[in-house]
């Protein structure tokens, strides 16, 4: 998120940031401060009904419309999957690609009416060959592969697009960092 982010501010892109840390969204701000651009943080849990339907609203309600959403969030626990608790289960499907599919849904109307906008969804090279103690991790990212291109040819000739990125890891942030 944090390279994202730095890449759009880079660019002049005005950044709408949201995680469920408010100090790491505090200081990616300070960080982006040094571009010019606008950037407001939203401490928020994607995973939540309410916030995310608050989340829309505050953030259009403070920018007046959104162009761009990117889908980033994703937690993994490796395991074998006879070990993971079902509620692990469930908090990874909603946070890698429920949250993302519904908060897609709540921007892409508008954008399809402006006939302008675009949906970048981060998945993985786990959604696309599935590694051992991994399981549930790869089929949401798996599955976000796949939604990504229904969309994109959903949306084809509307202005509104849609693009699905699958990095590998990544050693100096995110989910991995710990591991170096």
């Not at 009416?113 to 970048?120: A, C, E, F, L, P």
């Not at 291109?149 to 050693?171: D, I, K, Q, W």
Request: charged letters at 20%; a negative charge.
């Amino acid at each position: 998120g944090l390279h994202i982010a730095h890449g759009l501010a880079a660019e002049g892109v005005n950044l709408a940031l949201t995680a469920r840390s408010e100090e790491g969204l505090k200081k990616t701000a300070a960080e982006l401060s040094k571009y010019g651009i606008k950037s407001e943080i939203y401490p928020v849990d994607i995973c939540n009904e309410a916030a995310r339907l608050e989340l829309i609203d505050q953030v259009k309600a403070d920018f007046g419309c959104i162009d761009i959403l990117i889908n980033n969030a994703g937690v993994e626990w490796v395991s074998a999957y006879t070990d993971l608790a079902p509620e692990k289960i469930e908090a990874i499907v909603q946070t890698n690609m429920t949250s993302s599919m519904i908060l897609t849904r709540l921007v892409l109307p508008e954008m399809l009416v402006r006939k302008s906008g675009h949906i970048v969804t981060m998945s993985s090279l786990g959604g696309k060959k599935g590694s051992p103690y991994s399981a549930t991790y790869a089929a949401t990212k798996a599955g976000l592969i796949q939604w990504s291109h229904s969309l994109r040819n959903e949306t084809y000739g509307t202005g509104v697009s849609a693009s699905v990125l699958c990095p590998g890891f990544v050693s100096d942030s995110g989910m991995f960092a710990a591991y170096g």
